[in-house]
């Protein structure tokens, strides 16, 4: 049983700069990687940024420059901050994270937030 939980989120105006949050709970023994996917209204779901276990990271390239994510692992927390925000960038945002349990510590399991409303607009 692991849980993540998304805040954040808000409406801002374009150039202006948001920080979400994700933390996952549970009964988690390793986590792997955790980072954020975007869907909007009619568009297909796409990848924003991971971080992976080893401390690389992955960005999708309409946000590279702009957007950062960073981890605290004390907390099983990811963060992604979002500055220069565009029009474009509004959408649900969703945590998604690739976790370990206790009961299965030697598979690997997909795990999704409940999603985090952006909306970038003037």
């Known amino acids: 049983q692991v849980q993540l939980v998304e805040s954040g989120g808000g409406l801002v105006q374009p150039g202006g700069s948001l920080r979400l949050s994700c933390a996952a709970s549970?009964?988690?023994?390793?986590?792997?990687?955790m980072g954020w996917y975007r869907q909007a209204p009619g568009k297909q779901r796409e990848l924003v940024a991971i971080m992976h276990v080893g401390g690389s990271t992955n960005f999708a390239d309409s946000v590279k420059g702009r957007f950062t994510i960073a981890s605290d692992n004390a907390k099983n927390t990811v963060y992604l901050q979002m500055n220069s925000l565009k029009p474009e960038d509004t959408a649900v945002y969703h945590c998604?994270?690739?976790?370990?349990?206790?009961?299965?510590?030697?598979?690997?399991?997909?795990?999704w937030g409940q999603g985090t409303q952006v909306t970038v607009s003037s």
């Open positions: 549970g009964s988690i023994f390793s986590i792997n990687a």
């Open positions: 998604n994270a690739i976790i370990a349990t206790m009961t299965f510590q030697n598979m690997l399991h997909e795990f």
